[in-house]
């Protein structure tokens, strides 16, 4: 069983910083695709970006040119690192690995005041 854990959430005004970090368990992290997905108050969970096992990285519109997604193979971890932060990037995020079955983390909550 994979299990993910986020954590970096937490309280920024806007204009600010913000990194996320997921641990994953499991000895097979580098062959995987990792994403980070958000869920705002009423609306759908989202897509916001993704590094693929060959480190090839894709974002969201709203989100390039302000998150970089990296990962670290020798320690099981994908990393969201977010500059000017807005208030409308206020959500919940995920951590997601992919492959034949996905596994989700339990969300860390990120807020953005204005």
């Known amino acids: 069983q994979v299990q993910l854990v986020e954590s970096g959430g937490g309280l920024v005004q806007a204009g600010g910083s913000l990194r996320l970090s997921c641990a994953a368990s499991?000895?097979?992290?580098?062959?995987?695709?990792m994403s980070w997905y958000r869920q705002a108050p009423g609306k759908e969970r989202e897509l916001v970006a993704t590094?693929?096992?060959?480190?090839?990285?894709n974002y969201a519109e709203s989100v390039k040119g302000r998150f970089t997604i990296s990962r670290d193979n020798a320690k099981n971890t994908v990393y969201l690192q977010m500059n000017s932060l807005k208030p409308e990037d206020t959500a919940v995020y995920y951590c997601?690995?992919?492959?034949?079955?996905?596994?989700w983390g339990q969300g860390t909550q990120v807020t953005v005041s204005s």
């Open positions: 590094i693929t096992a060959g480190n090839r990285q």
């Open positions: 997601k690995r992919g492959g034949l079955v996905f596994y």
């Open positions: 499991g000895r097979t992290f580098s062959n995987y695709a």
